[in-house]
């Protein structure tokens, strides 16, 4: 099954607003074994959405839409529907006498425009949209299908999900089977990992591949596979992600929709550890992600964000020779910060950071993007210095990234027995 993903709006050309329904639409139809081979953005403009229909049933059997419902002058995608599939509208009662009620409720007078919107397809089989008014429109001829549903995102997903869009989407176009694995890692680029895998992509099956999706120090791994039978394929993915793990064990944190902060908090669990941070450069961030993981306060004991030399001195003990020799830029002074949040954090592990985020505030030996980490119990600390670049917000994030991939390997040197 091709499908084709079309949103409408004058709001997305003029990048008032990002679509974001594309994405999740693509990702919907692809975990149930449809390909998007194309995506638009047309404006409000009935010549402008017919070619996008035209262009659309060219390519797929599918066409999902979003925009142009709602009840305003410039929703006009109901029209051009009925228009393109030689229907007419009619009065849908049903969908008035919803609205009626929902606005009874909130004790809202219905205007003329609402009833507009009950205005739909003569063929139309409608599916409910329990997040608004307007429900989506399958249309479907001469082996073609469109669905039209809202633009707003939450309404679409409504529909596409409690309303039975996907569902209907794959009862009607019997896919085969499909499967997915999303392996996580952290620590290497995307090249050196595909490099480390090369023998390994090179023997897939011709209906399996392998896909590397980088991020910030992280990169996903996607194997897909498309087959006859379900239960043959997940055993064949399976056996592919086993070959994966034995030969990168060392860059693997997690699984699916796993995040390096939950691995980190798992493995803390794990091993009855508690962890303190103590930052410059990453000013709190680093801190943050640790906490956006419910049940954190059982791992996490606290941070203390030492922007100014003046705080390193007195909240984490770093010497005043050190920061006047080397700087607060340097191996010395992170290893000090590590070891002062030990004691202040009272804590088993500690992670500090301290760089020149930018994009100014460099010299000739310590360039914007320079960045020490460091990590450590009491008996052993290590201390890693990288090279970024001049995007602050990309240094503050990548470092945390890098900081926590840090603590994780510590975890597994010191703590984990083979």
């Known amino acids: 099954m091709n499908a084709c993903i079309l949103t409408i709006g004058d709001e997305i050309l003029i990048g008032q607003i990002t679509d974001t329904n594309s994405g999740w639409i693509a990702q919907r139809l692809n975990a149930i074994g449809a390909t998007v081979v194309k995506m638009l953005s047309v404006g409000d403009s009935e010549d402008e959405i017919i070619r996008g229909f035209d262009i659309a049933f060219q390519l797929a059997d599918i066409t999902l839409v979003t925009g142009g419902l709602g009840p305003t002058k410039d929703d006009i995608t109901k029209h051009v529907i009925a228009t393109y599939f030689e229907d007419h509208l009619e009065f849908h009662q049903p969908s008035y006498d919803r609205i ?50 809202p633009g707003i995102p939450y309404e679409m997903k409504s529909i596409m999900i409690e309303g039975g869009g996907l569902e209907k989407i794959s009862n009607t176009f019997k896919s085969k089977a499909i499967a997915h694995r ?28 392998l896909a590397f999706l980088p991020s910030l120090n992280r990169v996903r791994l996607r194997l897909s596979g498309i087959g006859s039978d379900q239960e043959l394929l997940e055993a064949e993915l399976e056996a592919e992600v086993k070959k ?70 007195k909240l984490l003990g770093v010497s005043e020779k050190t920061l006047n020799t080397v700087g607060a830029v340097s191996e010395q002074t992170v290893i000090q910060m590590v070891k002062g949040g030990l004691q202040s954090l009272n804590t088993d592990i ?55 991939n840090m603590v994780r390997l510590f975890i597994k040197e010191y703590y984990v027995s083979e």
């Open 350 to 404: 500690c992670v500090a950071t301290s760089g020149i985020a930018g994009p100014d505030g460099g010299t000739k030996e310590k360039p914007v993007g320079t960045i020490w980490v460091a990590v450590g119990n009491k008996e052993n600390q290590i201390a890693k210095k990288i090279h970024i670049g001049k995007s602050r917000l990309r240094n503050i994030e990548f470092t945390t990234y890098y900081a926590l």
């Open 182 to 209: 999303t392996i996580l890692t952290a620590g290497q680029g995307e090249s050196t990992i595909a490099q480390r895998l090369e023998d390994i992509e090179q023997c897939l099956p011709s209906h399996v591949k």
């Open 100 to 149: 009626a009620r929902i606005f009874r409720k909130r004790n809202i007078p219905i205007r003329e425009s609402h009833e507009k919107q009950c205005f739909l397809p003569a063929s139309a089989v409608l599916l409910k949209n329990k997040m608004g008014t307007a429900p989506g429109i399958w249309m479907q001829k001469e082996g073609k299908v469109l669905l039209s549903m």
């Open 244 to 313: 994966i793990e034995d030969r990168i064990p060392d860059l693997i944190f997690g699984y699916g929709e796993d995040t390096l902060e939950a691995a980190i908090g798992k493995l803390l669990l794990a091993h009855q550890l508690t962890l303190g941070t103590c930052e410059s450069c990453t000013g709190g961030y680093l801190s943050h992600l640790i906490t956006t993981i419910p049940g954190s306060s059982q791992y996490y004991n606290g941070s203390i964000i030492s922007y100014s030399n003046d705080l390193k001195k």
